[in-house]
């Protein structure tokens, strides 16, 4: 039995920044498995990942960490280009090529105690997938994916059509500020949370990019803050990066406030690089302890 299993599709992202262009492979898959490879109690973490063979060295790269993937063939690999301005917080998006979807025959020997769902497309996981996974473990869902709408190479946001009979299965969400309002119709924060959680979400996580975080789980809100990085080099890939933070902390015992701070200081240092998640658990505390930021309970 693994601690947790992250399942999603690697990515070829063409990352488009003010001061320059590159290519790295990335999706929610990756940099889950780049960021958790750093932290300490990491070898009984499992990947599921679907991509071309063309990209099967991005695979290689995660085993030689010493984590266990899975591999489901696919005639494409998902292809994004993500373009940033100079605010980080904002990106504009094209999808360049579609990965074919997972199905429930190909997760029925995976097992783990909590399964994360990075969905980077709408078609990624049905509705089938996640009933079957929350009868097996804690199920984690990414939203993003589920709010996106390919029409040609254009990515435009939608709502989910199917998110009232979805989200009665997700023990922990995932969403940002504009995922959220998408989601639910509200612009605070705190009552798109108070939403989620009554549509039946235990843990929901609203990620604020430089206004930090909140976590809405039993009945109460933990204000996170946003713990400043020493640079901003790229910000792509910190709302995975925070996810992997704070599962790994719950999956360890750790409180919301705990697990919150974790999250929010490990995505912090993941901008400071291009990239995914390079630092140590080491850094990762010693940001939160040296920081003179403070969780709040309301």
Same mark, same amino acid.
């Given at each position: ?31 889950? +498995?780049?960021?958790?490879? $750093?932290?300490?109690?990491? @070898? ?6 679907? *991509?071309?063979?063309? !990209? ?59 399964? $994360?769902?990075?969905?980077?497309? +709408? ?89 930090? +975080? ?5 009945? $109460? ?8 990085? @020493? ?15 704070? *599962? ?32 140590? !658990?080491?850094?990762? *505390? $010693?940001?939160? @302890?040296? +920081?003179? *930021? ?5």
């Amino acid at each position: 039995m693994n601690d947790i299993c992250c399942i999603g599709h690697i990515t070829l992202d063409k990352i488009i920044t003010p001061n320059n262009i590159i290519y790295l492979p990335g999706g929610t898959s990756y940099y889950f +498995s780049h960021g958790i490879s $750093h932290l300490d109690d990491y @070898k009984n973490y499992k990947l599921v990942t679907s *991509l071309a063979e063309t !990209e099967m060295s991005s695979v290689e790269e995660i085993r030689k960490k010493g984590i266990k993937v899975k591999v489901i063939p696919s005639s494409k690999t998902v292809y994004f280009e993500n373009k940033y301005g100079t605010n980080q917080d904002n990106r504009t998006q094209r999808v360049l090529a579609k990965a074919d979807p997972f199905n429930v025959e190909d997760l029925k020997d995976v097992e783990a105690r909590i399964y $994360h769902l990075g969905s980077l497309l +709408s078609n990624d996981f049905s509705l089938d997938i996640i009933k079957y996974l929350s009868g097996r473990g804690i199920l984690s869902l990414d939203v993003q994916g589920y709010l996106r709408e390919v029409r040609g190479d254009k990515v435009y946001s939608v709502d989910w059509p199917e998110k009232l009979e979805a989200l009665k299965y997700i023990d922990i969400l995932k969403i940002n500020e504009f995922e959220m309002e998408l989601l639910t119709g509200y612009s605070d924060p705190i009552d798109a949370a108070k939403q989620i959680g009554d549509w039946g979400v235990k843990e929901v996580l609203v990620t604020l990019g430089s206004l930090g +975080s909140i976590i809405y789980a039993d009945k $109460h809100i933990y204000k996170i803050p946003a713990y400043p990085p @020493k640079r901003i080099i790229d910000a792509t890939g910190c709302g995975d990066t925070y996810a992997t933070g704070y *599962l790994y902390m719950r999956n360890k015992g750790a409180s919301y406030e705990e697990a919150g701070c974790f999250a929010a200081a490990m995505a912090s240092i993941s901008q400071e690089v291009h990239g995914p998640f390079s630092g140590t !658990e080491q850094d990762i *505390l $010693h940001m939160v @302890k040296c +920081s003179n *930021l403070r969780p709040e309970k309301l």
